[in-house]
């Protein structure tokens, strides 16, 4: 297994420059990375035009959106009803009536009659961690509750869907909330923004960047997404050219509760964080963590300390799942980060490419992106960010 440098790459793999991105910037997903991580896997496949790009971990639809700006085809796959619904309403085609229904939106909006506590008591906003009125300055709440009531009555699923991510997006900013590397934290000294204005902003830049894309032509080409699980994909065999994608790096954050907000006002239901959980990698420390059937490339550490066994298990099935639908003389590319989980380094990258070996991935490289120090007292350890590029 070759590993190489390639530090130019650092900076694609964190979801900073996605930030000044139009579109991308939708909605603020600190584990996504930059569509630059798309066009070099382009690039160094030297398939000069992959057909059809799979991205099974698709998060907010990075792969997905800088595949279509490419006129690729696409298909994206993430455990998270929240995640799927952003990849899709991000990279959907729209026309000038749902830009008209958005602005009639704005308009409406300065109209709307602030609903009573009495009504909005009666309207489940249930999250699994704490009553949502403890994450809001009361205003906030109540104003977020009634646009959302107002955003159900619109009959256009579109104009739905694209209001209902505006409202999602100024959850952060419009909270007490500070999320703290995997826990959600009240922050009664945080100022929060007022959450009718930024959601005001925030719809008018959705329209301006829709009038942008349709102005040059970015249509067509709108991926399949999906609910689903990336260690069992509901895909034809060998159909793929391209994986690019990014899986929950080990023992990092439990998608199911950082987002956890964002997801039970989508989906007002308390039960969907479960289901999400149910469906997602065992990266994280919580869910069932019975070492079942562990890769040999793992090592004794795995029985030791049970989420790095359980982690690579999984992450086993999901590179089978590459591997059967890609095409012969396709690649994958998978971008992961190397742990310290009880002062014990774990090159996930290295395992990784170990085990697509062993699977059937005939060529397996690592491309280190970035190094950095993790401070794991007493000690400090140098650990990497990398592309496990596998060919099939
Ligand atoms: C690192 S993020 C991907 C970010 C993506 N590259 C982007 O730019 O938005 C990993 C994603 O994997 C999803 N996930 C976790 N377990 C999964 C599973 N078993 N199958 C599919 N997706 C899963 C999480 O919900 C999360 O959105």
Request: hydrophobic content about 40%.
């Amino acid at each position: 297994m070759r590993i190489s440098n390639n530090f130019e790459l650092g900076k694609l793999m964190t979801f900073e420059l996605s930030k000044e991105i139009p579109i991308h910037n939708w909605f603020w997903y600190k584990e996504g990375y930059a569509p630059g991580i798309v066009d070099y896997a382009i690039h160094d496949s030297q398939m000069s035009a992959p057909k059809t790009i799979l991205d099974p971990f698709c998060g907010v639809g990075t792969t997905l959106l800088a595949a279509k700006s490419k006129k690729i085809d696409s298909i994206g796959i993430d455990a998270s009803s929240l995640a799927s619904f952003i990849s899709r309403t991000k990279t959907n085609d729209y026309a000038p009536e749902h830009l008209q229904l958005l602005e009639a939106f704005l308009t409406k909006m300065s109209n709307l009659r602030e609903l009573g506590d009495d009504v909005l008591r009666k309207v489940p906003w249930e999250f699994e961690l704490f009553d949502p009125r403890a994450a809001f300055p009361r205003r906030n709440y109540n104003d977020l509750l009634t646009l959302r009531l107002a955003i159900e009555q619109e009959t256009d699923d579109s104009v739905r869907d694209l209001l209902l991510l505006a409202l999602l997006s100024v959850i952060p900013q419009s909270s007490i909330i500070l999320k703290d590397g995997g826990v959600l934290k009240i922050d009664r000294s945080k100022r929060a923004m007022p959450a009718k204005e930024i959601f005001r902003r925030k719809l008018k830049n959705m329209i301006k960047d829709l009038k942008e894309n349709s102005a040059s032509g970015v249509v067509g080409h709108c991926p399949q997404v999906f609910v689903g699980d990336a260690r069992a994909l509901d895909l034809m065999t060998e159909t793929i050219d391209l994986v690019v994608t990014s899986p929950p790096y080990l023992n990092n954050i439990d998608y199911s509760k950082i987002y956890g907000l964002e997801l039970s006002l989508l989906s007002m239901s308390k039960s969907e964080a479960e289901q999400v959980r149910m469906r997602a990698l065992r990266s994280f420390i919580g869910k069932k963590m019975k070492v079942d059937g562990m890769p040999p490339e793992v090592g004794e550490i795995g029985f030791r300390i049970p989420i790095i066994g359980t982690y690579f298990r999984d992450m086993e099935a999901a590179m089978y799942e590459m591997h059967r639908t890609l095409v012969h003389g396709g690649t994958a590319y998978v971008v992961v980060s190397n742990s310290v989980i009880h002062q014990t380094h774990v090159l996930v990258d290295e395992v990784l490419g170990e085990i697509g070996e062993r699977i059937g991935f005939s060529d397996c490289e690592i491309i280190v992106g970035a190094e950095r120090i993790a401070d794991v007292k007493p000690q400090k350890v140098k650990t990497r960010e990398s592309i496990v590029k596998l060919r099939k």
